[in-house]
């Protein structure tokens, strides 16, 4: 009878730190949407459903391969951190990884290695995902698709995503394709 309670107590204190655990990371990202400084990032679409969280467009960031010193340490899978810096056009670019934050920055993220070859290290893209209503995804992706593929008037990107970021922690607020968002885009009926 106290075996049985003691059990029954454990796994209680196990629920309450995993829904604790669980309520922590949604509080980080909606601190991050809510407070976070706004960066635009240029993006490329990718392959567009996972089985276990539905529908989504699967987007690709452009500046992923880093030079670094050929013997800097860098491994697979580790965690690195990357600060954020806006060019002249208003687009921000993850520049200087390194195993720690980066002291003074004001923005940053971090992310894992894909790959290490020589001195060109390879990150995952930490902003990879943007959900949106099943049926309304797989349209999303081909509106992003087809404007990469066209030929650009201007320097300025034909798809890019606006990311909420708070210490260290980017969450994608929209994605924008021909400046406009998506959702007001497909409405226009552009991509049927």
Do not use: C
Request: aromatic share 8%.
């Amino acid at each position: 009878m106290i075996r049985s309670r003691l059990t029954l107590a454990a796994l209680a204190v196990l629920a309450l730190l995993q829904l604790g655990s669980l309520g922590w990371t949604v509080t980080q990202r909606e601190l991050a949407l809510s407070r976070g400084v706004r960066f635009l990032f240029q993006v490329a679409p990718v392959d567009p459903y996972d089985a276990f969280r539905g529908r989504y467009v699967a987007l690709g960031q452009e500046d992923l391969v880093h030079t670094v010193g050929a013997r800097s340490g860098f491994r697979k899978g580790q965690k690195v951190f990357l600060s954020v810096m806006v060019d002249g056009e208003g687009f921000a670019h993850m520049k200087d990884p390194g195993i720690r934050p980066p002291a003074g920055k004001e923005a940053w993220v971090s992310a894992r290695v894909r790959s290490v070859n020589g001195d060109k290290l390879r990150i995952r893209p930490p902003f990879s995902r943007f959900y949106m209503e099943e049926k309304v995804a797989p349209r999303a992706e081909r509106a992003v698709r087809r404007n990469r593929a066209a030929p650009r008037t201007s320097t300025r990107p034909r798809a890019w995503i606006a990311v909420r970021i708070r210490g260290g922690i980017g969450v994608i607020e929209d994605l924008f394709v021909d400046g406009k968002p998506i959702s007001e885009y497909l409405e226009e009926g552009k991509n049927p």
